[in-house]
C-alpha cells in the first residue's frame, strides 16, 4: 500500500513540474517566456545564460515567477542572479 501512495505522490510531483502546456498559467508556457526572453537585445543566442536560461525555463515554476516579476529589467537582472548562483555552488 505504501508503494502505491509513494508512486501517486511521485506521479503528482511530476505533473506539477511538467512541461505540458496544458498546465500552464496565460503567459507562463515555454514558447512566450522564451519569446519575451530573446525580444531582450542584450541575449546573446549560445552564450552561457542563453544556455542556462533554457534549461532554467524548463521548471514551471521559474517560468511563473518570470512572467510574475513584471519589469523586463528586473527579469533579466533575477535571470542573471539565479545564473550567478549557479555557477557559485560549482564544485
Given at each position: 500500500m505504501f508503494s502505491r501512495l509513494d508512486k501517486l505522490v511521485d506521479s503528482v510531483s511530476s505533473k506539477s513540474e511538467c512541461t505540458s502546456s496544458v498546465f500552464d498559467k496565460k503567459g507562463c508556457s515555454i514558447?512566450?517566456?522564451?519569446?519575451?526572453?530573446?525580444?531582450?537585445?542584450e541575449v546573446v543566442f549560445d552564450s552561457e545564460l542563453?544556455?542556462?536560461?533554457?534549461?532554467?525555463?524548463?521548471?514551471?515554476?521559474?517560468?511563473?515567477?518570470?512572467?510574475?516579476?513584471?519589469?523586463?529589467?528586473?527579469?533579466?537582472?533575477?535571470?542573471?542572479?539565479m545564473f550567478d548562483r549557479r555557477a557559485s555552488y560549482r564544485p
Open positions: 514558447e512566450e517566456v522564451m519569446t519575451e526572453f530573446h525580444s531582450i537585445e542563453y544556455c542556462f536560461a533554457t534549461e532554467f525555463f524548463m521548471v514551471r515554476s521559474r517560468r511563473e515567477m518570470w512572467a510574475a516579476i513584471g519589469d523586463l529589467d528586473r527579469k533579466i537582472q533575477w535571470l542573471k542572479l
